[in-house]
């Protein structure tokens, strides 16, 4: 069993640090294809897209198809399509190729969490989720680092062919130790919902493509990408209703531990954005730091969610999905809580403390909530249900990316967040985490009911 979560952690960690490597080179890319910032900020987008509208659709494709033999195609995928990035002549093809990379990542995010589910003990669930957790945290804060070394030693395609030898070690491991597919029964054929499928991913295409075009103003692209998206929805879960084999069962959403899970996730990604948008603001405008201290103080997140997520897993085998969940909670709301109320002159100190409440926090919740949405799903849901979970997080920190901006901006009161005076600043950062608390409250509002619903519903 540990060969085969060390492969698995492999497969998160790669994924996790392809959504995170490619920032870092953005001005590098800008000079070298010649291209604006709006360009080539579709190098970051176009992996996220790419995740966001097919990590379910690939959670479903492994429930019928077998998910041992789509998580190979997946990394085999993401590793080839790496060498391509690498490889890439023009800012079009990169950004193509960044398509197809995103694609193979959507597969490893979906199906690494659905065979921890389905493979280890369900007594030891929450540490191997713990362990998960961990290498995405690892994974998003070497990211940066990492990404910086390789473009000043080797120029930009390192930033890409780092993880061609990596994939290729993921890929012998999990084709070496990875359990082989239970073959299906002849009388169950393998029908997959193409229709649903279609539609779950324009709807989310055009819900994320609003969130980021979004970002910097609200016009008359983005109410009409919104409204896309609304639309989809609605025909998406018209078009589920009635198929035979829907890519997603509606009624899973009628468990209220269920959906509360996927609503928290949601919820509490949103509020994780504020740390990553917001901060970079009120370390430079409000503490004075320079690019390098932001690097650091920011690394410090993604550090403690990398410390924290192994023991959180054991105290989730230990209390329980459902205290953990709470626990993690109430350490993010205090967190959230705190951040506001310290004054500028604490400094750096003042912002690293209550952050670290903050991440500790998280992190305890998303082995918690990872552990009480996947172990007791059945065999032929688990690919989708883990694909839903990630989505769910994605869609939170694409719509945290915005709204939390937004939040920001109108809370420092000016134009031009970037000119702003060191007090308008903290006045926008005070704003966003007040808004933060709330959404945190509202995430362990819904535990709390969700707990009394299940337990009404047993009765």
């Not at 503490?287 to 054991?314: E, W």
Request: a positive charge.
């Amino acid at each position: 069993m540990a060969l085969i979560l060390a492969s698995l952690s492999l497969s998160m960690l790669l994924s996790s640090l392809g959504t995170s490597i490619a920032n870092v080179g953005l001005p590098t890319f800008a000079m070298a294809f010649n291209a604006s910032f709006e360009q080539v900020q579709w190098i970051v987008l176009a992996y996220l897209l790419a995740i966001t509208t097919l990590v379910v659709s690939a959670g479903r494709l492994g429930d019928l198809i077998g998910r041992r033999r789509l998580l190979l195609s997946g990394i085999g995928l993401f590793t080839a399509a790496s060498g391509l990035c690498a490889a890439a002549p023009t800012l079009g093809l990169l950004i193509a190729a960044r398509v197809a990379q995103g694609a193979g990542a959507a597969v490893m995010m979906a199906l690494t969490m659905a065979f921890v589910s389905a493979t280890v003990p369900k007594q030891k669930t929450g540490s191997a989720m713990g362990l998960l957790g961990t290498m995405s945290a690892v994974g998003t804060a070497l990211g940066p680092s990492l990404g910086g070394m390789l473009i000043t030693g080797f120029g930009w395609q390192a930033l890409f062919f780092v993880t061609v030898p990596l994939g290729i070690l993921a890929l012998a491991m999990l084709h070496r130790y990875l359990p082989v597919d239970q073959p299906r029964p002849t009388a169950d054929p393998v029908r997959f919902d193409h229709l649903g499928t279609l539609l779950l991913a324009m709807t989310l295409a055009a819900y994320a493509l609003a969130m980021t075009t979004g970002r910097t103003h609200f016009g008359m692209l983005t109410a009409v990408l919104l409204l896309g998206a609304v639309l989809g929805l609605g025909s998406f879960v018209f078009v589920e209703a009635r198929v035979a084999s829907p890519l997603v069962r509606l009624a899973m959403f009628r468990d209220p531990l269920l959906g509360a899970g996927f609503a928290m996730s949601a919820l509490v990604t949103t509020v994780v954005m504020a740390t990553l948008v917001v901060g970079p603001f009120y370390l430079a405008g409000a503490l004075a730091l320079d690019a390098a201290g932001i690097g650091l103080v920011m690394s410090s997140g993604p550090l403690v969610a990398a410390l924290v997520g192994v023991p959180a897993g054991r105290i989730v085998d230990r209390l329980g999905s459902y205290r953990t969940t709470v626990a993690g909670l109430v350490g993010m709301l205090a967190g959230a809580s705190i951040l506001p109320m310290v004054p500028t002159a604490f400094g750096v100190a003042g912002y690293i403390a209550p952050l670290v409440v903050f991440t500790a926090g998280y992190a305890i919740f998303q082995a918690a909530n990872n552990t009480a949405v996947l172990v007791d799903v059945g065999p032929d849901q688990r690919g989708v249900v883990s694909g839903l979970l990630t989505l769910s997080r994605n869609l939170g920190l694409i719509t945290g990316a915005s709204a939390m901006g937004a939040v920001f901006a109108l809370g420092s009161a000016t134009a031009n967040v970037a000119t702003a005076s060191p007090e308008a600043v903290a006045a926008g950062m005070r704003a966003t985490f007040v808004v933060a608390s709330g959404l945190t409250l509202l995430a362990l509002v819904i535990a709390l009911a969700s707990r009394a619903s299940a337990r009404g519903q047993s009765v």
